[in-house]
């Protein structure tokens, strides 16, 4: 039975730096909406909503934050209609980094915002 005499257990998995900036920005997007609750794209009056996927011709477009999730609302862009065609709740960490980066954006300017109330 081998002694370690380090500190760290050496069966620890260690995390890459982009992986703990990427827990690191999600914890900061969870405590903000925890402190000022959930928001969405027409509360922080934001230019664009996050892009999460295209599949074909769909546009998959995140528009509300919440805790932990978003809600991602699917669009045909060739449609005549600006109606959502389906949503689904998408967690955070299966998203990409600039996506987190951009949410984390919104969710500081939602902070500015109640803040000034």
């Given amino acids: 039975m081998p002694i370690y005499s380090e500190e760290k257990d050496p069966n620890e998995i260690v995390k890459s730096s982009e992986q703990q900036h990427r827990e690191n ?4 997007i969870n405590y903000i909406i925890r402190k000022h ?3 969405d794209i ?9 892009c999460v996927n ?9 528009e509300c934050f919440y805790e932990g999730v978003g809600t991602v609302y699917v669009y045909d862009p060739t449609s005549y209609s600006s ?7 998408e967690f955070y960490e ?10 984390l954006e919104l969710a500081n ?3 500015e915002i109640n803040e000034e109330d």
């Fill in 109 to 111: 300017y939602w902070a």
């Fill in 54 to 62: 295209s599949e074909g011709k769909l546009v998959h477009l995140m």
């Fill in 83 to 89: 109606e959502e065609i389906d949503k689904y709740d």
């Fill in 25 to 28: 920005i999600i914890d900061e």
């Fill in 37 to 39: 609750e959930s928001f």
């Fill in 94 to 103: 299966e998203l990409e980094t600039s996506e987190l980066e951009y949410i």
């Fill in 42 to 50: 027409a509360d922080v009056i934001a230019d664009h909503s996050p």
